[in-house]
């Protein structure tokens, strides 16, 4: 409501300024017209020519000019104060979510711990309790790296280990420890990895990326977790693809999915909580090592989503990041 105040608050001096500028503007041909002959004896007196200001158009057209420019500038002016007001209101939203996503395990953790000191429950529920505590605290530490890697980001200072990894049996070995610590079924999480792709790639910082969607297919699959994770080799390339069955991403947000804090929707009416960060983080380590991420979806509930991770199996050209790779780093650049 805030948010909609605001704009049509903008909207309105914008449309107000304008008005008062083609007034002006009318005002001061109106004024020309009727005492042209006075400014010309003026600027004769002053000495601005033979013929003063010269014929009525000249001034005219001067007059254009200078209210051309003053149009410029108070266009100019509003668009910086609306990309200003969308950026305060993206940093709040931002700091709210990440306030919520804090919260929300903290005062699980203290519930538990409150549960184990003054009620002494009995063996099996303690295992219980001491499990969830650590799902918690593994959500918390997630937060957090997150938001430093993020920040690391911004300053440039992510520093890559590029080598030779064996992806298949990796990856194969990664999601099975993923199944294991959610007690997913063989229908629930679905392998299907082209054995013998070996990859020169940073694995820390590709788990990190993959984490991020997985979490992702967790979050947006209200009616029950399913994830199918393919791995193909295309030429010189290989592609990884993580296909879920959840809530799915409308066509007009795909593009904008990727974005630093963007989430799709309202603040207000999303159920879901989240920082927004976790594709901006996917984006980036695939940019890094000179690959490309894509979105496919229909945008309907139950048919889900499917991130494709298009990577070259022999890395990037150079092991730090190129010139472009540090360019879409930035937050709020133009695509």
């Not at 003053?70 to 209101?89: E, F």
């Not at 989240?274 to 000179?290: E, F, M, Q």
Request: hydrophobic share 40%; with cysteine.
């Amino acid at each position: 409501m805030q948010r909609g105040f605001g704009s049509r608050a903008s909207l309105i001096l914008f449309v107000l300024i304008n008005i008062a500028w083609a007034g002006l503007v009318a005002l001061w041909v109106y004024y020309s017209i009727n005492n042209y002959q006075t400014i010309q004896r003026i600027s004769m007196r002053f000495s601005f020519g033979p013929s003063g200001v010269g014929p009525p158009w000249v001034a005219l057209f001067g007059a254009g000019i200078l209210m051309l420019f003053l149009l410029l500038g108070i266009i100019v002016i509003y668009v910086t104060y609306r990309k200003q007001a969308a950026l305060n209101l993206v940093h709040q939203n931002f700091i709210s979510s990440v306030t919520h996503e804090l919260r929300s395990p903290l005062a699980s953790l203290q519930l538990y711990l409150e549960t184990l000191v003054f009620r002494d429950p009995e063996e099996g529920l303690r295992k219980e309790f001491l499990g969830r505590m650590q799902e918690e605290t593994e959500r918390l530490s997630a937060l957090i790296q997150n938001i430093l890697w993020v920040s690391r980001v911004q300053r440039f200072k992510i520093d890559y280990a590029f080598g030779w990894v064996p992806l298949s049996t990796r990856l194969a070995e990664y999601l099975e420890e993923k199944r294991t610590k959610h007690g997913w079924q063989e229908e629930e999480l679905v392998l299907d990895l082209e054995s013998g792709i070996s990859v020169r790639c940073d694995w820390e910082n590709l788990k990190i990326a993959m984490d991020n969607l997985i979490e992702n297919a967790i979050r947006y699959s209200p009616s029950g977790f399913w994830l199918r994770v393919s791995l193909k080799r295309s030429g010189r390339r290989c592609r990884v693809l993580f296909e879920d069955r959840g809530v799915g991403i409308p066509k007009r947000a795909q593009k904008q999915v990727f974005k630093m804090f963007h989430r799709v929707g309202r603040e207000m009416t999303r159920t879901v909580k989240g920082t927004g960060l976790g594709l901006y983080i996917v984006k980036n380590v695939v940019a890094a090592h000179g690959g490309k991420v894509s979105v496919r979806s229909e945008g309907k509930p139950g048919q889900g989503t499917t991130f494709i991770l298009d990577l070259p199996r022999s890395g990037p050209r150079s092991s730090r990041l190129r010139t472009r790779d540090l360019l879409s780093v930035l937050p709020f650049r133009r695509v």
